[in-house]
C-alpha cells in the first residue's frame, strides 16, 4: 500500500525561528518520486519540490531545505530563519513511478503558524 | 504568464441544482486534473484527462463529470449537488515526461458552497 503520514497536524513558531515538518511514506516501489507543496490561505497548491527515489542528495533552495533518507522511509522539509508568509498548509506527496495516471497520494498536510 | 485559471473562485448553488467549474490553461499540458478538498483535509482526485482519454478514479460518486473540448479547456459537473459536496475543487495540468513525474501545476481553486 502506499502511504504519506505528516505527524504533525500544526505547528507554530515565531518568527526567524528555524521548524521541521516531517513526512514518512510507504510504498514497495524501487521507483517513485515525492513531492512538497504549500497551500496559503488563498488556496492555490504551489509546487516546492520533487525527488526521485534514486536521489538522495539533500537540496537547499534559499531558506528552505529537504532531507531524504530512504532508510527511514522520511522526507523532511526545514525552513530556516521562518517568516510569517511561511504560514500556510504544506503537503507531502508520493507518486508512484509506475503510476499510468500521475497520481498524487497526498499526506494529511501540515498547519504552519509563524507568529511575528 | 503561463498558469492554470479557475472560474470561478467562489462558487454558490442550490441542493440539487446542477453546476459547472471551469478550468483553463496556458501551459499546452496533456494532463489536466480535477481534485475535491475538503476542509483541513488532503486533497482527493476526482479524475483526470491525458489528451482525450478520460480516466475516473474507482471511489469517485456517478454525481460528478467532467469535459475536455480541447486542450485547453476543462470542465466539472455536478449534477445534484448535495451538502457534502461542498469544498474546494482544484484543477491542475501536468506534462508527462516518463512516467508521470513531472509537477501538476495547480489553479487557485473555487471554492464551492451549497445552500
Known amino acids: 500500500a502506499q502511504k504519506v503520514t505528516q505527524a504533525q497536524t500544526e505547528i507554530s513558531v515565531v518568527e526567524k525561528e528555524d521548524v521541521t515538518l516531517d513526512c514518512v511514506y510507504e510504498?514497495?516501489?524501487?521507483?517513485?518520486?515525492l513531492f512538497w507543496y504549500k497551500q496559503p490561505p488563498s488556496g492555490e497548491l504551489v509546487f516546492l519540490i520533487r525527488r526521485n527515489s534514486f536521489d538522495e542528495q539533500n537540496e537547499i533552495s534559499g531558506r528552505y531545505s529537504w532531507n531524504f533518507q530512504k532508510s527511514t522511509s522520511s522526507f523532511n522539509f526545514t525552513i530556516t530563519a521562518s517568516q510569517v508568509v511561511d504560514s500556510a498548509v504544506y503537503f507531502c506527496?508520493?507518486?508512484?513511478?509506475?503510476?499510468?495516471?500521475?497520481?498524487?497520494?497526498f499526506g494529511q498536510g501540515t498547519t504552519l503558524q509563524v507568529k511575528p | 504568464d503561463a498558469m492554470v485559471i479557475q472560474n470561478p473562485r467562489y462558487q454558490v448553488t442550490q441542493f440539487g441544482k446542477p453546476v459547472t467549474l471551469s478550468c483553463s490553461q496556458t501551459?499546452?499540458?496533456?494532463?489536466m486534473y480535477w481534485y475535491q478538498q475538503k476542509s483541513s483535509q488532503a486533497p482527493k482526485l476526482l479524475f483526470h484527462y491525458y489528451d482525450k482519454d478520460f480516466n475516473n478514479e474507482a471511489d469517485t460518486p456517478d454525481n460528478f463529470q467532467s469535459r475536455r473540448p480541447n486542450t485547453s479547456f476543462c470542465f466539472l459537473d455536478i449534477r445534484s449537488p448535495g451538502l457534502g459536496d461542498a469544498a474546494m475543487y482544484l484543477c491542475?495540468?501536468?506534462?508527462?515526461?516518463?512516467?508521470?513525474?513531472?509537477?501538476?501545476?495547480f489553479g487557485d481553486g473555487t471554492r464551492l458552497s451549497i445552500l
Open positions: 506527496a508520493l507518486q508512484r513511478g509506475s503510476s499510468n495516471t500521475g497520481k498524487l497520494i
Open positions: 491542475a495540468t501536468s506534462k508527462p515526461t516518463g512516467p508521470f513525474n513531472q509537477p501538476q501545476h
Open positions: 510504498t514497495r516501489d524501487t521507483t517513485y518520486y
Open positions: 501551459l499546452n499540458h496533456n494532463v
